[in-house]
């Protein structure tokens, strides 16, 4: 769902995904940009990063993806 909205963003979603993957997310992030470019769906793919049964690659699909939607 949310893929096709975070192009561009690939670089962004990967220092997260790795931090996630390492155990090493900081507590908190700061998402800042201008309004209507993306920042509230980046959020939500990190929540579903963190929370997707498919460990750390939402899949949209598993209970805890559907919740989040």
């Known amino acids: ?11 962004a979603i990967d220092s997260v995904s790795a ?3 390492s155990g090493r997310l900081s507590h908190a992030l700061v998402l ?4 209507g470019i993306g920042k509230s769906l980046f959020a939500d793919h990190i929540c579903k990063m963190l929370f997707c049964d498919m460990q750390n690659e939402p899949c949209s699909a598993c ?6 939607d």
Not at 1 to 11: A, D, N, T, V
């Open 32 to 35: 800042t940009g201008a309004k």
């Open 19 to 21: 931090a996630v993957k």
């Open 63 to 68: 209970p805890a993806c559907l919740k989040l």
């Open 1 to 11: 769902m949310s893929e096709l909205r975070l192009l561009g963003k690939e670089s």
